[in-house]
């Protein structure tokens, strides 16, 4: 690589602003993940496929609908949340009423995730799925004139619309009543049953919060890289669940400063590390196993007690 | 009309039994204790108060009304409120969180719910001054102040009250029953579960005393005090 790219100010703003982005998704999609591990104790395995979809509906509306992006958004993550929901009445609750221990709830969001992704195979083929340039708008903004750090609108919309939710999240979940009512649910399920409250309407409302995170996440994502695709989930599946304990499981903070680290690291290995775009993800899993070595609980995390 | 009236309860954990068949009631505006060894099912019966499980059969009316059926955030909303064993507290929530979440099935105005958080903190003042604190950083008894405080909140018309001494320091244990008749006082009927029998019946109007999920002896508490046989079993000595 060029060596004079290390000490230029521009190609270090660019990358931080392209990893910041990047960060920004992944903590969106942890945000949601999350918040359903802290209530649940089980990790939603469906959340990835979750998130493809909605990177569909958001395409439909808005590629073959002709919507604008701010009704793609909210699209998204309406059909989020009602998928979510649905995983909550036809995978969760089932078993949870049966008594099920957690890995077969696991294992029953797994199923579900298969099915999600092998109906989006049946109904959009394979090949991916791309914005036409009139949603995209191709010509980004320039901070500092031509040759400045590069913008683009997708990436101006993407870390709005994140920090909008992570925000909005935060207050929901530290001031309002229910956000506090989720908060007691997944501090002690017994305990919050004690005070009168409706264990199973609070797990509905967390899925419907998760999943419509999840829908933004999808639709951002899908914006980003210009390609759809029913096998999209994998890609963040793993990275998704990485920031999640990176930031300390169920931890909502957590999963917004994991998922910035992780943006940040990944991008900054592509563009400072020779050959970097092929060892990325070694280099950020190296670093997150250093941290969890630091502090096995995550950045964010004191433990068990220290959840949503 | 009894506030309380069970009759023929059973609760069972697969094969085994741990309520056999319990009847008794509970008079509005008493301190009702209930005494027996571990194991003697007093537990499993406040559990199937609660509606956390589920009784095998039997009926229990409460304010006249079969709650044996409703789902335990129902029976809150009806008025019996149960602080379990081991508190219970929402750990990773602030005292005030605790206190206002105790509050989550009021109807009434925000004002009395209001007049009701002063009350709880009037009543125990340690909690006042930790109201920003995590719940999970309070000492034993404050947990014990705070699981308490927080189920006024609901404004109970019973208060079912399992092992609240326990673990506490001899000092502490005084003061939590002194609050508990003061609670009693201000009109709310309490059922009350204790491991510390001589210092429950003390404050208790009545007792029952539970031996392998079932009812052993009831009668009112000085009779029970001075009943050889109950001291000899359940009360050591003095």
Aim: aromatic letters at 6%; glycine letters at 12%; one cysteine or more.
């Amino acid at each position: 690589m060029d060596l004079s790219l290390l000490a230029d100010p521009v190609f270090l703003a660019q990358n931080l602003v392209d990893g910041l982005s990047r960060g920004a998704l992944y903590g969106v999609y942890a945000m949601g993940f999350t918040l359903i591990f802290g209530v649940l104790d089980i990790l939603n395995l469906a959340h990835a496929a979750t998130f493809m979809w909605c990177a569909f509906v958001g395409w439909l509306i808005m590629a073959a609908g002709g919507a604008p992006l701010p009704l793609g958004l909210v699209a998204a993550m309406i059909a989020g949340a009602a998928i979510a929901l649905m995983l909550e009445f036809v995978a969760f609750r089932p078993l949870r009423r049966e008594g099920a221990d957690k890995l077969s709830s696991m294992i029953s969001s797994i199923g579900a995730s298969l099915i999600m992704v092998s109906v989006a195979e049946a109904v959009f083929g394979v090949q991916t799925r791309r914005f036409p340039n009139s949603v995209l708008n191709p010509k980004p903004f320039f901070i500092g004139g031509a040759g400045g750090v590069r913008i683009s609108r997708a990436q101006i919309l993407i870390l709005a619309a994140s920090v909008l939710l992570m925000v909005a999240l935060g207050l929901f979940i530290r001031k309002s009543r229910m956000g506090k009512a989720i908060r007691a649910v997944a501090a002690s399920q017994k305990a919050a049953r004690l005070l009168g409250i409706d264990v199973n309407s609070v797990i509905v409302v967390t899925f419907l919060v998760g999943g419509a995170l999840a829908g933004a996440a999808g639709i951002l994502v899908a914006l980003l890289t210009n390609n759809i695709v029913p096998g999209m989930g994998n890609q963040i599946e793993l990275r998704g669940l990485a920031v999640v304990i990176l930031g300390g499981m169920g931890n909502i903070e957590g999963a917004v400063v994991g998922g910035f680290l992780l943006g940040l690291v990944e991008t900054l290995t592509i563009a400072y590390v020779p050959g970097g775009s092929d060892i990325k993800d070694a280099i950020a899993f190296l670093i997150l196993f250093i941290i969890l070595l630091v502090k096995p609980n995550g950045i964010m995390g004191r433990g068990k007690a220290d959840r949503a | 009309m009894s506030l309380l009236e069970v009759r023929d309860l059973e609760v069972r954990y697969g094969s085994i039994e741990a309520v056999r068949g319990l009847s008794f009631s509970v008079e509005a505006g008493a301190i009702v204790a209930v005494i027996g060894a571990n194991g003697a099912g007093k537990s499993s019966t406040l559990l199937a108060l609660s509606g956390l499980v589920r009784a095998s059969s039997g009926s229990i009316a409460f304010g006249g009304r079969d709650i044996a059926a409703l789902r335990p955030d129902r029976i809150v909303r009806a008025g019996l409120v149960q602080v379990p064993e081991g508190r219970a507290i929402l750990a990773p929530l602030t005292v005030a969180e605790n206190i206002e979440l105790g509050a989550w099935t009021r109807r009434d105005a925000a004002a009395e719910v209001a007049k009701d958080e002063e009350r709880v903190y009037a009543l125990f003042p340690r909690l006042a001054e930790r109201r920003l604190q995590l719940a999970g950083s309070l000492s034993g008894g404050e947990q014990q102040m705070l699981a308490i405080g927080r189920a006024l909140m609901a404004a109970p018309k019973l208060l079912l009250l399992d092992e609240p001494s326990m673990g506490l320091a001899p000092m502490l244990v005084s003061a939590i029953f002194e609050t508990i008749a003061e609670i009693r006082r201000s009109g709310t009927t309490i059922l009350l579960v204790e491991q510390n029998a001589r210092q429950a019946l003390r404050i208790a109007d009545s007792g029952l005393v539970l031996a392998h999920g079932r009812l052993f002896k009831r009668g009112p508490s000085e009779e029970l005090l001075a009943d050889p046989a109950i001291v000899e079993a359940f009360l050591g000595k003095a």
